[in-house]
């Protein structure tokens, strides 16, 4: 348009362009030194992802910063694979039978509790599911695996053993499954 006549801004203007648009000129890519860096600890250490590597970097004395690092790995699709839990085969879900006769089934659960101090206490409660009694409710600070099989020895020899004990399950996030 120049060629016809136009001025270059008002050439600019009828096209709808700026003049920095038509100057511009690219840089030059930076990032390549560093970049095969990256690539080069990630083919050496498979596991490590961007933080490792940012690590790594700065013990070799790179001065970067981590989100320039992270940037970079991810542009150069570097991501580490996320292992995938196994998978538990779940069992067909049965419902409780109901005992016949007392002593047969117990269930047994711990219950948590704060004294106004705040400190925590732990309760073991055995419960007979027949007959719907409290066993024994045992509160203590802190109930371990010995203190346990001690208070179900002595249950045993009170009551004499049941033919099963229940246990309530929970997840990891300590909910009742």
Request: charged share 30%; aromatic share 4%; with cysteine.
């Amino acid at each position: 348009m120049v060629t016809r006549g136009l001025s270059e801004r008002r050439a600019l203007r009828v096209l709808r362009m700026s003049a920095s648009a038509l100057r511009y000129q690219s840089a030059p890519d930076r990032n390549g030194p560093l970049r095969e860096r990256i690539v080069a600890l990630a083919n050496r250490h498979r596991r490590y992802g961007a933080g490792m590597i940012y690590l790594k970097l700065r013990q070799a004395g790179e001065q970067v910063s981590y989100k320039r690092v992270e940037r970079l790995y991810a542009a150069t699709r570097l991501q580490v694979k996320r292992r995938k839990r196994k998978t538990v085969p779940t069992s067909e879900r049965k419902p409780l039978g109901r005992p016949g006769a007392a002593n047969q089934v117990w269930s047994m659960d711990f219950v948590f509790d704060r004294t106004a101090e705040g400190r925590v206490i732990k309760n073991l409660t055995v419960i007979d599911d027949a007959t719907h009694e409290a066993v024994a409710i045992v509160p203590d600070r802190a109930i371990g695996g010995l203190s346990l099989t001690r208070i179900l020895d002595h249950l045993a020899i009170q009551r004499g053993l049941p033919s099963a004990i229940r246990t309530m399950a929970r997840n990891s996030a300590g909910v009742p499954c």
